[in-house]
C-alpha cells in the first residue's frame, strides 16, 4: 500500500460520508410526501422547491438549538449515547459495492478502483456484528437519561433486537450457503447473469439470476426483521409515542436528538441497500457495452443500485403510512414463534438441498 491508496481509502470515506448526508435529506423529505400523499394531505412545501429544504431547515434548526439534559441524567453515557448510534450506521454502508470496479493509472501503476469502501471476505458478518451495536445505543440512551419513558423505551428495544436479530441472521445463512462466500462483492457476483446460465434453458435468458426468486423466504423473513430492527412503523414499539412519549429519546433535544434522527433514517437506508444488495442483485443489470457511450454504461449499475434501493425504501414508506402498530406482546410472538421456526426450518431445507447439489444423494 502505497499514499495513492490511501489516498483512495480517504476519498471514498469522504464520498460515502457526503452521500448519506445527501440521502437523509433527501430520504426524509420523501418518505414526508409519500405519507402525506396516502393519507391526503399536502406535506412539506414552504422550503425550497416542492418542500426540498425542509429536512436541511430542520436540521438547521436542531442545531442551533440549545441542549437541555436533565437533572438525573448519567451525563457521560448520555451524550454517548447518540454518537454511539450514529457511527455504526456509517460505517456499515462502508462494505456495500454501489457499483462495478474500474482501472485507471495513478502513480505509473495501473489500479483498480471498487465503487465500495472496501470489500472484506467476512463483509455479511461485519453488517451483522455493526448492526447490532444500534441497541447499545438505545439502552444507554434510555438508562442514562433517568426518566421512566426512555428506560421503558429502552427496555422493549432490547427485547425486540434480540428476537429479530436471531430471525435476521438465520435468514441470510440460507444465503451464505446458496452464493457460497460472505463477502458482499462475490454475493452480487454470483446473481450476475440469468437463470439461463445455471439451467442452460434458453427460454430462461429473461430472468435475472437474482437471490430473491430461490432464497424467497430468506428475503420475506429478512425484510420483516429489517423493519423491526431499524424500529419502523409498525414495529415501532421503542418509541410508541402514545405510550412511552418518545421512547428512549423522551430526554433529548437539539443536536443530540439529530443524531438519533440521523442514524435512523441512514438505517433505514442501509437495510434497504443490503436488501437490494443480497436479494436483487445489486448492482447488476444491462449495461449495454459498446452499443452506447462507455460513460452510460459505467453509470447505469450505480443507476441499478440506487433504483433497487429506493423499491426498498418505498416499501418501507408504504408500510409505514398504511400499517397500525401491532401490539407488543404480539410483535413477541411474531418474532418467536413466527420468524425464528420458519427461518431454522428453511436453513435445514435449504441445506439439503445444497448439499444435494454439492456432493450428490447419498445412495448415489
Known amino acids: 500500500m502505497d499514499w495513492w491508496d490511501v489516498g483512495i481509502a480517504a476519498v471514498k470515506v469522504l464520498v460515502i460520508f457526503g452521500l448519506l448526508l445527501v440521502v437523509v435529506l433527501l430520504l426524509v423529505w420523501a418518505e414526508r410526501k409519500v405519507v402525506a400523499d396516502m393519507q391526503n394531505r399536502i406535506g412539506p412545501n414552504r422550503a425550497g422547491p416542492w418542500g426540498m429544504l425542509q429536512t436541511l431547515a430542520d436540521g438547521l434548526k436542531l442545531f442551533f438549538k440549545e441542549p437541555i439534559t436533565p437533572r438525573k441524567a448519567e451525563f457521560g453515557m448520555y451524550i454517548l449515547a447518540p454518537v454511539i448510534a450514529l457511527v455504526p450506521a456509517f460505517l456499515i454502508f462502508l462494505v456495500i459495492p454501489i457499483g462495478r470496479s474500474f482501472t485507471v493509472t495513478l502513480g505509473g501503476v495501473e489500479r483498480t478502483i471498487s465503487l465500495q469502501g472496501t470489500d472484506l471476505n467476512i463483509g455479511l458478518l461485519y453488517i451483522l456484528a455493526f448492526s447490532s451495536l444500534a441497541v447499545y445505543a438505545i439502552v ?11 428506560l421503558l423505551g429502552s427496555v422493549r428495544a432490547t427485547a425486540q433486537a434480540i428476537s429479530y ?29 440469468s437463470f439461463a446460465d445455471l439451467f442452460g434453458w434458453p427460454i430462461l435468458m429473461v430472468i435475472p439470476r437474482w437471490n430473491i426468486i430461490p432464497m424467497f423466504i430468506s428475503f420475506v423473513i429478512f425484510f420483516i426483521a429489517g423493519v423491526a430492527e431499524t424500529n419502523r412503523a409498525p414495529f415501532d414499539m421503542v418509541e410508541a409515542e402514545q405510550e412511552l412519549v418518545g421512547g428512549f429519546h423522551t430526554e433529548y433535544s437539539s443536536i443530540r436528538f439529530a443524531f438519533f434522527f440521523l442514524a435512523e433514517y441512514i438505517n433505514m437506508f442501509n437495510m434497504s441497500a443490503i436488501t437490494a444488495t443480497l436479494f436483487l442483485g445489486g448492482w447488476n443489470g444491462p449495461t449495454f457495452d459498446g452499443r452506447i457511450p462507455v460513460w452510460i454504461s459505467a453509470l447505469l449499475p450505480i443507476a441499478y443500485f440506487f433504483l433497487k434501493t ?42 439439503i438441498v445444497v448439499g444435494i447439489r454439492q456432493f450428490g444423494l447419498p445412495w448415489a
Open 140 to 150: 444507554m440512551a434510555g438508562w442514562s437519561s433517568g426518566s421512566k419513558y426512555p
Open 310 to 351: 429506493l423499491v426498498v425504501l418505498f416499501a418501507f414508506m408504504w408500510i409505514r403510512a398504511t400499517l397500525p402498530r401491532i401490539r407488543y406482546d404480539r410483535l413477541m410472538v411474531l418474532g418467536w414463534k413466527g420468524l425464528i421456526p420458519a427461518a431454522l426450518a428453511w436453513l435445514v431445507f435449504v441445506t
Open 165 to 193: 436479530e436471531a430471525a435476521m441472521g438465520l435468514a441470510l445463512v440460507p444465503v451464505v450457503f446458496y452464493s457460497g462466500s460472505l463477502s458482499i462483492q462475490k454475493i452480487v457476483a454470483s446473481q450476475s447473469g
